[in-house]
Nanobody, 123 residues
């Protein structure tokens, strides 16, 4: 079965950086779509960035503002999310998701989800 395992979250001060990782298994990695979503307390889940695995297509939410970078290591079936210049508003649970569709940043197209990794940014 498909398993997505996130790591790399933590507590950081504003202005810092984090790199989140998501390792996929049981999933046909190449030429599918994986993405990062986040959900802050009391807010809806929102898409942050998506990538077509094994290709160069990347998609970012308008709110990414150049601070989020999605990347991949095809040999490890792993995607990453680099977050720079962290702000307290970035505090959220970050989820990795996967689909065989071109899901973009729409959560309804992603049937597979990881357990999430918490990012907490203090001012």
């Amino acid at each position: 079965h498909v398993q997505l395992v996130e790591s790399g979250g933590g507590s950081v001060q504003a202005g810092g950086s984090l790199r989140l990782s998501c390792a996929a298994s049981g999933y046909t990695y190449n030429r599918n779509c994986m993405a990062w979503f986040r959900q802050a307390p009391g807010k809806e889940r929102e898409g942050v960035a998506a990538i077509v695995t094994g290709a160069h297509n990347k998609y970012y939410a308008g709110s990414a503002n150049g601070r989020f970078t999605i990347s991949q290591d095809n040999a490890k079936s792993t995607i990453y999310l680099q977050i720079d210049s962290l702000k307290p508003d970035d505090t959220a649970m970050y989820y990795c998701a996967a689909t065989w569709l071109r899901g973009g940043l729409d959560a309804q197209f992603y049937p597979y989800w990881g357990q999430g990794t918490q990012v907490t940014v203090s001012s």
